[in-house]
């Protein structure tokens, strides 16, 4: 038989570990990942985009009306500016610095960027 602070001490082990599985299991879903290339295709009935990396990989990544679109051209789009499915900015062969999560293979779009805009851009000054 096993005295109480044994057991107790057994007990509060356990829900630490469990704790600390928890813990980690959440820490790995908001892990922010980021890929750079070309925009190769983009679907906006089901608001997906490809992009084609300098190694050849494709991405295919969905984005959300909580991603954030910097250097596209969203003027006269009111409050809804900042959404990627409320512009019409995101074409073929843009150049683009997407940053994503990953939760079962499928990867969501957290922040876009125009990097084809903002070079050519950094280049006219």
């Known amino acids: ?3 109480p602070k044994r057991s107790n001490v057994l007990l509060a082990s356990l829900l630490v570990l469990a704790l600390a599985v928890a ?6 879903e908001d892990v922010v ?3 750079s290339g070309i925009v190769k295709s983009v679907d906006k009935g089901t608001k997906t985009m ?6 050849g990989t494709e991405h295919t990544i969905k984005w959300t009306d909580q991603t954030t679109v910097k250097g596209v051209d969203a003027t006269g789009k009111g ?3 900042g959404s990627v499915d409320s512009y ?5 062969g843009a150049k683009v610095s997407v ?3 990953e939760k079962g293979g499928e990867k969501t779009a957290v922040a876009i960027k125009d990097a084809s805009k903002a070079t ?3 280049v006219a000054q």
């Open 1 to 3: 038989m096993l005295h």
């Open 23 to 28: 813990w980690q299991g959440t820490l790995a």
């Open 33 to 35: 990942h980021a890929v």
């Open 50 to 55: 490809v992009v084609k990396t300098s190694d």
């Open 79 to 81: 409050v809804a500016a």
């Open 88 to 92: 019409d900015g995101l074409k073929e």
């Open 99 to 101: 940053k994503y999560t």
């Open 120 to 122: 050519a851009k950094a």
